[in-house]
């Protein structure tokens, strides 16, 4: 629905040759005044190739941080500054130093979802929807990965290579437990069960599909039945109604909202684009180290296929 503010913003967003990037989870009406609603690779990817001068990031901060990282010329704002990321803030450079240390010579993949600072410490990044890929893709026996420790132990199953883990969670992932999905299975007999790999491995096992938020919409739409149970953050159901509407989707549990996602309202996009506020600014130094893991996980996710569980 087109309200009186969301036109303002459309109004402003081209006098001010703007674009407005947002996540899957963010509130609907947000990525209904979006140019580009996608999952966190889609969005890194795009920001390599944005005409506009302006992005206006509707996510959290470490998706903001990774546009700017990517495309250093380009004003990022992002609406609420406090508009986190728990998972990222569970590890700092000065701790994956330390795990460095303890294992020299053995190389990083750091999952997206981490400050640059961190990135900075790392030899490669990756998402939920190439985390698999760009492990395997390292000449090594051994790999450290951090921080998310479920996504970790996803890899884990669909790699020959062992895998250091870090011991983060992200806590809207973990909160859902087995007991829901099978409460919800046994209200939804024969529905399929898609999960984002952040969830906890019992529950991943319990999966049909395990994949990035937007990889979602193609396994939706090749679900055998009319049901699509949802173990993702609650944005997710937007898309997925817009792109499959002849499926029926139900969440898996009430908990999953991020409240960091949340933070992002029509009322704070318009007021950054109004007065430019808010601008995300990575330290050259910082930026110059942390663009290397994010352009070997773009080069190794080009072109490349695999099969559907080995997805992520
Ligand atoms: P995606 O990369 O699958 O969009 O997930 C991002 C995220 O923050 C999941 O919690
Ligand atoms: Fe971070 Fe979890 Fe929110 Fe994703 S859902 S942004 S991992 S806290």
Request: aromatic share 4%; glycine share 4%.
């Amino acid at each position: 629905m087109t309200t009186a503010i969301s036109r303002q913003i459309l109004q402003l967003k081209r006098e001010k040759d703007a674009v407005i990037l947002a996540h899957n989870y963010q509130r609907s009406e947000v990525q209904d005044i979006a140019d580009i609603v996608g999952d966190s690779f889609e969005l890194a990817l795009k920001a390599k190739t944005l005409e506009q001068n302006t992005v206006v990031f509707c996510g959290v901060h470490f998706m903001a941080e990774s546009c700017k990282i990517l495309a250093p010329e380009k004003t990022v704002l992002l609406p609420a500054m406090d508009a986190g990321c728990p998972l990222a803030d569970t590890i700092s450079a000065e701790g994956l130093r330390r795990l460095k240390a303890e294992h020299p010579g053995i190389p990083v993949v750091t999952y997206i979802n981490s400050t640059a600072a961190v990135k900075a410490e790392s030899d490669y990044c990756c998402t939920s929807a190439n985390a698999t890929r760009v492990v395997n893709a390292i000449d090594s026996d051994i790999v450290i990965f951090a921080p998310d420790a479920n996504l970790g132990s996803f890899v884990q199953q669909h790699t020959r290579k062992k895998l250091l883990l870090w011991d983060g969670h992200c806590i809207v992932h973990q909160r859902v437990l087995v007991e829901e999905i099978l409460q919800v299975k046994a209200i939804h007999e024969g529905a399929l069960v898609i999960a984002h790999p952040e969830c906890q491995p019992d529950v991943v096992g319990m999966a049909d599909v395990v994949c990035s938020t937007s990889k979602m919409i193609p396994e939706s739409k090749a679900a055998p039945g009319d049901t699509v149970i949802i173990v993702t953050e609650e944005g997710m159901l937007h898309p997925l109604k817009k792109a499959v509407p002849e499926k029926h989707f139900i969440l898996a549990s009430p908990k999953l909202i991020c409240r960091n996602m949340k933070k992002i309202t029509l009322e704070n996009v318009l007021k950054v684009l109004e007065s430019g506020e808010n601008t995300v600014n990575v330290d050259p130094m910082t930026a110059k180290r942390a663009m290397v893991p994010l352009e070997r996980m773009l080069a190794i996710s080009a072109g490349t296929k695999t099969s559907k569980k080995m997805e992520v």
